[in-house]
T-cell receptor
Framework: KAGVTQTPRYLIKTRGQQVTLSCSPI?????VSWYQQTPGQGLQFLFEYFSETQRNKGNFPGRFSGRQFSNSRSEMNVSTLELGDSALYLCASRLGQGRTDTQYFGPGTRLTVL | DAKTTQPTSMDCAEGRAANLPCNHSTISGNEYVYWYRQIHSQGPQYIIHGLKNNETNEMASLIITEDRKSSTLILPHATLRDTAVYYCIGYQTGANNLFFGTGTRLTVIP
């Protein structure tokens, strides 16, 4: 079974621009979560989607948004990019929302904001 | 939050067992302990999880103390490819997402 895939793998943007990242979950998985990883803050939860609805949200500004499609694929969008948004963005999928539903991570998208 | 405490770094000789400790004294009774590792900025890789019984899979063993305040991840025969940051994590209180701490940087030495 194919793992979680994320596109693009690397991205360079300038301040003020917006960016859209894509995540395809493992086949059959209906929950997708997004995380941001920076050297200073570590791995932080952004949000989780299940059945096309946002179920949980971390402590990030409204510039960070996401959505999930009927096939469980998910996108996250960051508007008005700031230098501090440079990070590794990770997507994780799991079967459902139970706490024993293990999350499996993709390789990440490395975003650099200049 | 189900906060966890791990040593910042550890070394292990290749071929020996690596024992990575984790303290999680605030974990609730029905909360699982998960272990992931991250190799050189790749996506975190799931290793194992447990509730109160010891668990073993093809990658590692997880020993959880009877009071559930701490656990130990055991890699039975460490190889150079096991060099990574290891995260012991639980679910964030009131939310349904993993809470990552700072992890333990394990270096396997030839």
């Amino acid at each position: 079974k194919a793992g979680v895939t994320q596109t693009p793998r690397y991205l360079i943007k300038t301040r003020g621009q917006q960016v859209t990242l894509s995540c395809s979950p493992i086949s059959g998985h209906r929950s997708v979560s997004w995380y941001q990883q920076t050297p200073g803050q570590g791995l932080q939860f952004l949000f989780e989607y299940f059945s096309e609805t946002q179920r949980n949200k971390g402590n990030f500004p409204g510039r960070f948004s996401g959505r999930q499609f009927s096939n469980s694929r998910s996108e996250m969008n960051v508007s008005t990019l700031e230098l501090g948004d440079s990070a590794l963005y990770l997507c994780a999928s799991r079967l459902g929302q139970g706490r024993t539903d293990t999350q499996y991570f993709g390789p990440g998208t490395r975003l650099t904001v200049l | 939050d189900a906060k966890t405490t791990q040593p910042t770094s550890m070394d292990c000789a290749e071929g020996r067992a690596a024992n990575l400790p984790c303290n999680h004294s605030t974990i609730s009774g029905n909360e699982y302990v998960y272990w992931y590792r991250q190799i050189h900025s790749q996506g975190p890789q799931y290793i194992i999880h447990g509730l109160k019984n010891n668990e073993t899979n093809e990658m590692a063993s997880l020993i959880i103390t009877e009071d559930r305040k701490s656990s130990t991840l055991i890699l039975p025969h460490a190889t150079l490819r096991d060099t990574a940051v290891y995260y012991c994590i639980g679910y964030q209180t009131g939310a349904n997402n993993l809470f990552f701490g700072t992890g333990t940087r394990l270096t396997v030495i030839p």
